[in-house]
Nanobody, 125 residues
Framework: QVQLVESGGGLVQAGGSLKLSCAAS????????VGWFRQAPGKEREFVAA????????DYADSVKGRFTISRDNAKNTVYLQMNSLKPEDTAVYYC??????????????????WGQGTQVTVSS
């Protein structure tokens, strides 16, 4: 079993930055891709970013390209999401998840089998 715990969410003004962390325990996510998703009120959960186990392949949603950076430290069993130039439309609960494999292209929810509980990010205008 894998337990994922997100942290780092909070309230920030538009244009500000936050760094989310996703820590894994139990069976870790080394050798697996890890992704970030988000769900805004009244909307479906959407893909944000994903990183392969080697960190050589990274995918981003178009809405966050150039502003968000995903990274990982396998020695610490932790994946990060650095979010810069935040906008009010980035407000959502952010979830990390472990993919069913280790490569690239993990951009939909059904490609993931372990999820964290989420952390709230609120961007004020």
């Amino acid at each position: 079993q894998v337990q994922l715990v997100e942290s780092g969410g909070g309230l920030v003004q538009a244009g500000g930055s936050l760094k989310l962390s996703c820590a894994a325990s139990g069976r870790t996510f080394e050798r697996y891709a890890v992704g970030w998703f988000r769900q805004a009120p009244g909307k479906e959960r959407e893909f944000v970013a994903a990183i392969s186990w080697s960190a050589r392949i990274i995918d981003y949603a178009d809405s966050v390209k150039g502003r968000f950076t995903i990274s990982r430290d396998n020695a610490k069993n932790t994946v990060y999401l650095q979010m810069n130039s935040l906008k009010p439309e980035d407000t959502a609960v952010y979830y990390c998840a472990r993919a069913r494999g280790y490569g690239s292209g993990f951009v939909s929810e059904d490609m993931y089998n372990y999820w964290g509980q989420g952390t709230q990010v609120t961007v004020s205008s």
